[in-house]
C-alpha cells in the first residue's frame, strides 16, 4: 500500500512539473524560405547581413561575392522591414571568449577592437539602408516563401 501510495505521488508530481513546463511557452512562429540578390549601383554587394523583420521574427542572411544571399532561419509570411547591416570580421585570430558575433556587437556599440585584431567591414551603405527605424524598404512575404528577393540599392 506504502509502495502504491509512493508512485502516485511520484506520477502527480511529474504530472504537474509538465503542465507547468508548457503552460508558459511562446507559440512558436512559422517562417519560410527567402533568398535573393543584393546590388549597389548595379554590382554584386558582398559582406552584408540582410534582416528581415516581422511582428514576430527577424531573419537574416549575409551576402556572397555574387551579391546572392539566403536566409537562414526564414522569414516570418507577411510584411517585414528590410535593412541591411556591413558585416564586420577580424583579420587575425580573435582572443580567447571572444567570437565574431561578440566583435559585430562591439563595434556597432561603437567600441574600439581589442589589441591584435585588424577589423575588415563589408561595404558603407546610406543609413537609410542601415537603420531598421528610417529604412523605407519593405517586403510582404508570400506564405510558401520566395525566390529572386533582389534588392538595387543605390549610393546616392
Not at 531598421?132 to 524598404?137: G, L
Not at 517586403?139 to 516563401?145: C, I, L, Q, R
Amino acid at each position: 500500500m506504502v509502495r502504491t501510495v509512493g508512485w502516485l505521488m511520484v506520477l502527480a508530481l511529474c504530472l504537474i512539473s509538465v503542465a507547468g513546463c508548457s503552460s508558459g511557452r511562446r507559440k512558436s512562429v512559422k517562417t519560410v524560405a527567402v533568398s535573393g540578390t543584393v546590388t549597389l549601383d548595379g554590382q554584386p554587394l558582398e559582406g552584408v547581413e540582410v534582416c528581415f523583420a516581422a511582428e514576430n521574427h527577424v531573419g537574416s542572411g549575409v551576402t556572397r561575392a555574387d551579391g546572392k544571399y539566403d536566409l537562414v532561419a526564414g522569414a516570418e509570411p507577411g510584411p517585414n522591414q528590410i535593412y541591411f547591416k556591413p558585416v564586420v570580421s577580424g583579420v587575425q585570430e580573435l582572443g580567447e571568449g571572444m567570437d565574431e558575433g561578440q566583435l559585430q556587437a562591439m563595434v556597432e556599440g561603437g567600441g574600439a577592437p581589442p589589441p591584435g585584431v585588424t577589423l575588415q567591414t563589408g561595404p558603407k551603405l546610406p543609413e537609410r539602408y542601415t537603420d531598421p527605424e528610417k529604412s523605407n524598404t519593405k517586403f510582404d512575404v508570400p506564405a510558401e516563401g520566395a525566390e529572386g528577393v533582389d534588392f538595387r540599392l543605390t549610393s546616392q
